[in-house]
Every structure is written in C-alpha cells, then in structure tokens.
C-alpha cells in the first residue's frame, strides 16, 4: 500500500502513486481552477499565486497544471478552457520527467550529511529565483517557479522572496503553496492572488481513491473518506498500516484525555522517533480528530467548546514548532497529553 517516497528530494511522492506533477486529473477544486484559467486565457494572470489549503487536497497538482498550461501555451487561450495539457505534449512530457528548462520547484534540500530533508527552506533556496527568472525564456516563453511549501521558509528566505515579488520579471509567474497562509509575511500575502483550495467533498474524495486503489473494498473506501478531512493524501497515507495505526493511536488520546496513558504515550514516542515524518503524521491526525470532534458537538448544538477550539489551535501549532526544530516526540507528546487533561476535565468531547 502507499508510503512515502523512501527519496527525501522527492518527498511529497506517496510511494505506489504518481506525483503531482505526473497527475493530469484534479478533482474537487472547479472554483479556484475556474479562477486560474479565466485569468491565464484572458492574458491578464498576476505575477504570482498563493494556493492555500490543507495537505493533501490537491495544491500541488494545481500548481503543476498552470505551469503546464503556461509552459505549452502561455496566456492565450490556444489551450484546453480547463488549463488541461495532452500528455503526450512535449511541456507536459518535461514537466512529468521534472526535465522542464522553463520550470523550478524550490522544497526543503537534502542535507548533504545526513541525507535527509532540512528542516526549513533555506534562503539558498530562493536565491535560485534571481538566477533562474534571469535566464532567457524557453520555447513557450514563459518561466513558472513553484515554491513547495512556502511555510518552510525561514525569515531570511521570506524577505529573499519578499524581494522577487515586489519587481517581477515579465514572463514569469510564481506559484507558492502554503498549507497555513496566515503565517506568511502579510507583505507577501498581499503581492499575491490567492487561490483557496477547500476540502475535498466525500462524493470527489470517493472517486479518487476508486482510482487509485482500485482493489480495496467499497466500505474501506467509505472508512478512509470518513476520517480523511477531505484529504486524498491523508486517505492515502491512511490506507497503509502504519497510517491507520496512528489514527486509531490519535483518537485514543483523546477518548482517554483525563487520564491518559503515559507508558503509552512514551512507547508511541519512540515510535515515531524511528518513524519517517512519524511525529508530523500524527500532529496531523491529531488536530484533524479534534478539529471532527468539535465540528460535531457545534452541530449538535454544545457550548462551551472555545476552549476546545483554542487547544486545537495550539496543539497545531506545537506540532508544527516540534517538527521544524526536530523535537523528540517523547516530550511533545507528553506536552500535549497534559493540555488535552486540562481542558478534558472542565468537558468532555
């Protein structure tokens, strides 16, 4: 079943599937594709996109099919009204083999000495986009960066990116993907037009994962939607044992928050300490059961539930500091098992 690429450099890949930039069909997401292709056709598309939302839910595959659209036809409306490229088209051909002179991808690099991903996007990283913008542009004459994710950019990369935006280049369009905007520089924001990718309906996110695990039974499907979010690469990843099994260990903490297990808790640490990206899955699992949980109680009409809403709030944040600083997931959890008692006791969910 899916895991995630044993490759660091091509990181967002879930082992099994295509990558997004191998992905001509994107389900779900008709209004900010509408948006995007309405701009481009017209030949008045902004210098730069902001793609916001959740992981999982299909930012990437946007990203790679404007740059397709961009790189085969630029802005005119010679292409498809859907942005959509033939595959057999030499751009869209490139763009899969990641062979594209006119096309840079900036993530997180590999560090040298330890051969994994560094924990931030580093200003060396940007700096490529002066290089790059300044080269003469290829056959379709255009030039498409896409900066995957914007929120792993440490400040000095954000002010080096800050720079590009405020003199684009002709030609050329930036494409960000950030997964919590609100943390990005407002100055950036605000040099961007934003397209807001929302969670993945379940009659969409069924379809996809028909397509994609063809061989699993209908009600797996249904349970995988379920717990999903909406997202097809959180279903995905939830598809494998160890993805289910971090779920299930997600809603354990927080069906036992008064009393949780603390030798459980320090036995699931070293878990996913030996884990790839171990404590970062379960931040995810984590903030989405609670984030369902709290959805369900304001719809059945319970109060009280601010200080749930808040806990949520800075358990993600927690989980996201934790990862970006490599903290042992011992301690974070831990941490977090005694915020999630403190609220539990004053109300369950």
């Known amino acids: 079943m899916a895991k995630q690429s044993a490759d660091p450099s091509d990181s967002d890949r879930i082992e ?103 924990s931030v996007l580093s200003v060396d990283e940007i700096r490529k986009l002066a290089g790059f913008f300044g080269m003469t542009s290829g056959a379709g004459g255009w030039r498409v960066a896409i900066v995957d994710t914007a929120d792993d950019m440490n400040d000095n990369a954000a002010n080096a990116l800050l720079k590009m935006l405020e003199e684009p280049p002709a030609n050329a369009m930036l494409l960000l993907l950030s997964h919590a905007p609100g943390r990005l520089l407002p100055t950036i924001r605000s040099r961007c037009q934003r397209l807001e990718l929302r969670p993945l309906d379940d009659g969409a996110l069924e379809k996809m994962l028909a397509r994609e695990l063809p061989e699993m039974e209908a009600g797996e499907r249904a349970s995988l939607t379920r717990v999903a979010g909406g997202s097809i690469g959180a279903a995905l990843t939830l598809a494998t044992g160890e993805g289910a099994a971090l779920a299930q260990e997600a809603d354990r903490l927080i069906d036992n928050a008064r009393e949780p297990d603390l030798l459980a808790l320090l036995s699931l640490g070293e878990k996913l300490f030996r884990m790839r990206d171990g404590l970062e899955q379960f931040g995810e699992f984590l903030v989405q059961s609670l984030s369902d949980r709290i959805r369900a109680k304001a719809h059945g009409g319970a109060a009280g539930l601010d200080r749930w809403v808040a806990l949520q709030e800075r358990i993600g944040q927690g989980f996201g500091r934790a990862v970006g600083l490599n903290l042992e997931p011992r301690q974070v959890l831990l941490s977090t098992a005694r915020d999630l008692s403190r609220v539990a006791r004053s109300g369950g969910l």
């Open 16 to 118: 099994g599937f295509a990558h997004p930039r191998e992905i001509h069909a994107l389900f779900g997401q008709d209004e900010a594709l509408g948006r995007a292709a309405r701009a481009i056709r017209s030949g008045r598309p902004p210098s730069a996109w902001l793609i916001t939302g959740a992981p999982g839910i299909g930012k990437a595959t946007l990203a790679y099919r404007i740059a397709r659209y961009l790189l085969a036809y630029g802005t005119t409306d010679a292409g498809a009204a859907d942005l959509s490229v033939p595959q057999d088209h030499p751009a869209a051909r490139q763009v899969a083999a990641a062979s594209h002179p006119g096309l840079l991808v900036l993530k997180r690099a590999v560090n040298p000495k330890t051969g994994k991903l560094m």
